[in-house]
């Protein structure tokens, strides 16, 4: 306390923190679960229609996290482990939808293998239909293997390769090292990378509202029952019913399968050398990978042809009439780009301000700091969503229709990612550069401005970058917040897409992937080697 | 110049443990004293307290009680960026985001120089530490023994009253850390700069100090020149610490004739110089290096029997069981004298003349 007092602008900004965690991470999570009645809880839970919706939620969680980590796994051992051609391509490929919006994929699938389908009608000739669970589980496949990929290589990459070395000195070659070595040493991270992708899949609003048709799904159902019904309490009930297995999963990731771990980062990276492996496998992988990498290049082929052709599935003739549409009149694609800059900028100060407070200084409060930073990543966006509708769209706080409501839920949504690759940041900047750097005369003002701040600054740019992408991809998050005042692209969409109109919809998913890929390019260029995104 | 340059009275610093429930001291009782120029190394096992008491003249730890004062000023309560004192790091400390010139540039921008002068300071440190001509390369490209000139050159180019060094050395390899040491030392000879050195390597203190203090729970052991600190060692402690496999050895004081000291063990009887803290009737420690024994085949005490021998080229140390305890035995230069095989039988003679006795 006396060094507080020693310091009234670190107290100040302490209390701001602390102060806006409470408010904005905190305090809608309470109103959600204060919000409905006991009565109204067993009414909902004990409807067959929601118990249903919960059980095809399960149902989907294991099936588009399995066929996600396999294929994810699959990719991760291509990259990491094998000398199979082109493997820096199927990276590079895997990467994109990371920076897409996720309901992308079901969106395109629609257009490519629904009924009106490019290549399902057109090429081929067939009338099939894609709404349904089975629809959805490819959507979701796609749209999650390569955040378990990206995981999963990191974890592989983390495998020393002197046990591989010291398996085959032993006598394990091919399969069998892979089996008694790799794998085993693989486990515990690629379970947790698995747990993690549950998390999303479970989350996912963006997919199932597109594609799933009559198959409802948790997030969808919370959706249904505001936007059908009015029904706050119901989708408060529904949000939660999808809070608590998301929370459950983050906690034991953290808590268990997080020790389990068998590697230990030591910052020293290893050369790992490319072994030939078997010819059948090699080939074998080449063509896994290519039917996935062609699985998601599609995705992006279908939005854009999309966005230039003047009736998707009956009309093919070539039109600039969407493209034009949004430079004309488009205040959401305008929307989406001011506010996820704001939210993405806010969201990385933020966390990095509260990384450095965590990491460099003993205050009352830090756990819950600490806590509450990397809370968000637990909250489906749906739960967010309705949390922030619940607490400030309606006196003492409203917000509604706002553009504020809208950046703050975007804001702290993300401060998890930022927060943590602060934490990262600042456990590398030794103390002994504070150290140094006083020790040779500078006080803690030139400290923190020559020392903290120039090494801090490829973390910040990293936090931002992808704050705003996830921000401006997002669709679950602000679907209870958007109205026609504060109207988002991601929002637009999904209500052009249930209506058909798939061209200016394609359109507006092509801006934003453009926006996104552009700000990623500039960053990239800017800061060359210091952006690093999805450490993991 | 009557007054010491640099004065430590009563040092003390207690910390609290990890849950905070008890207190640990890490230094206790410390006083020192240190002339202008001088070379003198902190030397002890880890958690003695050396770096602490580093720590604390550099200002990033406060004293719980004691005083410290640098040329007449107590220093105690002078913040860290304040005091005319620049440390060596263990991990070197250099900026990664500035290059050479910027890191050692870095402590003069704080005074009001002229670029100009800064300019033909930072060149004059860098040409004196051989990094002529480097200034613009990146610190990350450089190897450990550059960083660890390029932070010598940072602290030096300050020209403090006390230029400390935290083990400065146990980041590099044996060879590289041999040739640094060395380094170290004529620079600190050549600009006459006062230092302190933190090291658990006593080789290191050796080679580099003019005075060592040999630290043990955090407090002193014993300080001395590194000649009185390994031939005359005061406590079994520096005894055993300082020199490789000392020999130990309990006999009995048992009267002093003629200026002279009759020593007994192994039921005979020795002859030494005279001790003056040592009475009749005393139980004595004898400490004897392994160089102070000499094997031969007929002559001296013959009971021993060799049980290792290790031969190293220059030398051969040898393992001899003898009247129930086992010793460890250097001979230089083992072609003069020929290599004794295990399980010889051999004589041990000892050269009284450098056993040193230490009240038990």
Same mark, same amino acid.
């Given at each position: 306390m006396k060094r507080i007092a020693k310091e009234p602008f670190l107290a100040v900004v302490m209390l701001f923190i602390i102060s806006c965690l409470f408010l904005f991470v905190i305090y809608p999570i309470v109103r959600v679960f204060l919000y409905p009645s006991g009565k109204e809880l067993i009414t909902v839970l004990s409807h067959p229609r929601y118990i249903k919706a919960i059980f095809n939620s399960l149902f989907m969680v294991v099936l588009s996290t399995s066929s996600s980590a396999f294929v994810g796994f699959v990719f991760a051992y291509t990259i990491a482990r094998t000398d199979v051609p082109l493997r820096k391509y199927f990276k590079l490929i895997s990467l994109l939808p990371l920076f897409s919006p996720p309901f992308m994929v079901a969106f395109s699938y629609i257009m490519m293998f629904?009924?009106?389908?490019?290549?399902?009608?057109?090429?081929?000739?067939l009338s099939v239909n894609i709404f349904g669970w089975h629809g959805l589980w490819l959507a979701q496949t796609i749209a999650f293997f390569p955040i378990a990929a990206l995981m999963m290589e990191g974890v592989l990459q983390s495998i020393p390769p002197s046990l591989e070395y010291a398996g085959r000195n032993l006598g394990a070659t091919g399969f069998t090292l892979f089996k008694t070595i790799t794998f085993p040493l693989a486990r515990p991270g690629v379970a947790g990378a698995a747990l993690l992708v549950s998390i999303q899949v479970l989350a996912d609003f963006g997919n199932p509202i597109m594609i799933s048709g009559d198959f409802s799904v948790v997030a969808t159902e919370a959706w249904m029952r505001i936007e059908?019904?009015?029904d706050v309490s119901g989708a408060a009930i529904l949000s939660l019913v999808l809070l608590v297995p998301s929370f459950s999963i983050f906690l034991f990731q953290r808590l268990w399968v997080g020790k389990k771990?068998?590697?230990?980062?030591?910052?020293?990276?290893t050369q790992i050398d490319i072994r030939r492996i078997g010819s059948f496998m090699r080939w074998f992988l080449f063509a896994f990978c290519s039917v996935f990498s062609l699985l998601i290049l599609l995705v992006y082929l279908a939005l854009f042809m999309g966005a230039f052709v003047?009736?998707?599935?009956f009309d093919w003739t070539p039109t600039l009439r969407y493209v034009r549409e949004i430079f004309s009149r488009s205040t959401e694609v305008t929307n989406s780009l001011v506010f996820s800059l704001l939210a993405g900028g806010g969201s990385a100060l933020f966390s990095m301000v509260a990384a450095y407070l965590v990491s460099r200084k003993k205050f009352f409060l830090r756990r819950f700091v600490d806590f509450t930073c990397i809370l968000p990543t637990a909250l489906p966006g749906i739960f967010l969503g309705i949390g922030y509708s619940i607490a400030f769209?309606? &006196? &003492?706080?409203d917000l509604h229709g706002t553009a504020a409501i809208i950046i703050l839920s975007l804001m702290f949504w993300n401060i998890a990612m930022g927060y943590q690759t602060g934490i990262g940041a600042f456990q590398q900047i030794s103390p002994s550069f504070h150290e140094a750097a006083s020790n040779l005369g500078a006080s803690s003002m030139r400290i923190f401005k020559e020392i903290e701040i120039p090494l801090i600054k490829g973390p910040f740019f990293s936090a931002f970058i992808v704050s705003f992408i996830r921000a401006i991809t997002t669709l679950s998050v602000i679907v209870f917040l958007a109205t026609s005042k504060n109207v988002v692209a991601t929002f637009s969409i999904m209500n052009l897409v249930s209506d058909g109109f798939y061209g200016k919809a394609a359109a507006l998913t092509c801006s934003l992937l453009i926006i996104a890929f552009l700000v990623l390019g500039i960053a990239k260029l800017a800061l060359g080697k210091r952006f690093e995104l999805f450490k993991v | 110049m009557n007054q010491a340059y640099l004065q430590i009275k009563n040092l003390t610093k207690e910390f609290l443990s990890a849950y905070q429930d008890e207190k640990v001291?890490?230094?206790?009782?410390f006083n020192l004293e240190m002339k202008r120029g001088e070379f003198l190394t902190l030397l002890?096992?880890?958690?003695?307290?050396k770096t602490t008491i580093l720590r604390m003249i550099g200002g990033f730890e406060n004293p719980t009680t004691g005083d410290i004062h640098l040329d007449d000023v107590k220093?105690?309560?002078?913040p860290a960026n304040k005091r005319d004192t620049c440390m060596v790091f263990q991990s070197y400390a250099?900026?990664?985001?500035?290059?050479i010139y910027k890191n050692v540039a870095f402590g003069l921008?704080?005074?009001?120089?002229a670029t100009g002068e800064i300019r033909k300071r930072v060149e004059k440190i860098l040409e004196f530490v051989g990094l002529?001509?480097?200034?613009?390369?990146?610190?990350?490209?450089?190897s450990g023994g550059q960083q660890q000139r390029v932070a010598l050159a940072r602290a030096m180019v300050n020209e403090p009253k006390v230029l400390l060094f935290?083990?400065?050395?146990?980041?590099?390899d044996a060879k590289l850390r041999i040739k640094m040491r060395i380094f170290i030392r004529k620079i600190q000879q050549e600009s006459n700069i006062t230092s302190i050195y933190v090291t658990h390597d006593q080789e290191e203190a050796m080679t580099l100090s003019d005075r060592i203090v040999v630290m043990n729970r955090g407090e002193i052991e014993q300080v001395g020149t590194p000649e009185e600190i390994y031939?005359?060692?005061?406590?079994k402690f520096v005894a055993d610490f300082i020199g490789k496999q000392t020999n130990f050895m309990t006999g009995n004081v048992l009267e002093s004739v003629d200026g002279r000291q009759e020593v007994e063990f192994w039921n005979r009887r020795f002859s030494f110089e005279r001790y003056p803290h040592l009475k009749k009737g005393d139980a004595v420690t004898l400490v004897i290096r392994p160089e102070m024994i000499e094997l031969s085949?007929?002559?001296?005490?013959?009971n021993g029997e060799v049980t290792l021998v290790t031969y190293l080229g220059s030398e051969v140390n040898y393992e001899v069981t003898a009247e129930g305890q086992v010793f460890t035995i250097q001979v230089s230069n083992p072609l003069k004298t020929g290599i004794f095989r295990t399980g010889d039988r051999v004589c041990l003679n000892f050269d009284l003349r450098n056993i040193y006795l230490i009240k038990a």
């Open positions: 629904g009924k009106n389908g490019i290549i399902t009608a057109k090429l081929l000739g059908g019904w009015a771990s068998y590697v230990t980062i030591t910052g020293k990276s003047n009736g998707w599935g769209t309606r &006196p &003492p706080v | 001291i890490a230094v206790k009782n002890g096992p880890s958690g003695c307290g220093i105690n309560d002078i250099l900026f990664p985001h500035m290059n921008e704080f005074r009001d120089l002529a001509g480097l200034g613009n390369r990146p610190v990350a490209q450089l935290d083990e400065p050395l146990s980041n590099l031939s005359r060692p005061r406590t085949a007929q002559e001296g005490v013959c």
